[in-house]
């Protein structure tokens, strides 16, 4: 079975400065995406980023992108510059795929961006 | 373009009673998903439907029944809630043709069982 987890309950940083969020997932797949999704207070789920297993490039959008290590099984996500609206509750998902696209989820990292 | 819209928003029940959460989809998605989020534990999946006619189980379905109406909706019933059952739920739909496509989730509904 496929497992997320992300170890950060919470995580604080001063605007403008960069934080790194951290995400390990166990699977047995060879093919597979993984996601990092926002939640702010609105509760509204927000696609961030995501990355497909078979590309070894990392992604990146804007000032998010990740740090994939395929053999560590390893999704961090960096968020340069930080700003107000980046506080949010952030998870890391992932889907094998296929017929339909059922996401795991990890339990998240509540992310304070500190003026 | 409404995406996934979900109703009610808002709900609070008493111990025993049911209810119907209503999902529509207007992106003429094949898959329908229902999620729940619990502090502390992510979001978990109750049940999917992968085409109109189809539902599967996911990881959490005990207490909960679906139905896919149409493509366009997927309900999500508790019969007779219980306080565990106290938890935001989300639908998502995605477009599957084999790889993967971005799932969009609608506003999710806070209810509270009492």
């Known amino acids: 079975a496929q497992t997320v987890t992300q170890s950060q309950p919470e995580m604080s940083v001063q605007e403008a400065e960069t934080v790194t969020l951290s995400c390990t997932y166990d699977?047995?797949?060879?093919?597979?995406?993984l996601f990092w999704y926002k939640q702010p207070p609105s509760r509204q789920m927000i696609l961030v980023i995501r990355?497909?297993?078979?590309?070894?490039q990392n992604a990146t959008e804007n000032r998010f992108s990740v740090n994939f290590q395929k053999a560590a099984k390893s999704f961090s996500l960096k968020i340069s510059d930080s700003q107000l609206g980046d506080t949010a509750m952030y998870f890391c998902?992932?889907?094998?795929?296929?017929?339909?696209?059922?996401?795991?989820f990890g339990t998240g990292t509540l992310l304070a961006v500190q003026p | 373009n409404a995406g996934v819209t979900q109703t009610p928003k808002f709900q609070v029940l008493k111990t025993g009673q049911s209810m119907t959460l209503q999902c529509a989809q207007d992106?003429?998605?094949?898959?329908m998903y229902w999620y729940r989020q619990d502090p502390g534990m992510g979001l978990r999946l109750i049940y999917y439907?992968?085409?109109?006619?189809?539902?599967d189980k996911g990881e959490v379905p005990n207490g909960y029944n679906v139905s896919r109406l149409n493509k366009r909706e997927f309900s999500l019933r508790l019969e007779s809630a219980a306080p565990s059952q106290t938890s935001v739920y989300f639908c998502?739909?995605?477009?599957?043709?084999?790889?993967?496509?971005?799932?969009?989730f609608g506003q999710g509904t806070r209810l509270t069982v009492v």
């Open positions: 998502a739909s995605s477009e599957d043709t084999g790889r993967y496509t971005e799932a969009f």
């Open positions: 699977t047995s797949e060879s093919n597979y995406y």
């Open positions: 990355q497909e297993a078979y590309k070894q």
């Open positions: 998902a992932f889907t094998a795929g296929g017929a339909t696209n059922k996401l795991i």
């Open positions: 992106m003429n998605h094949n898959s």
């Open positions: 439907s992968a085409s109109e006619g189809t539902t």
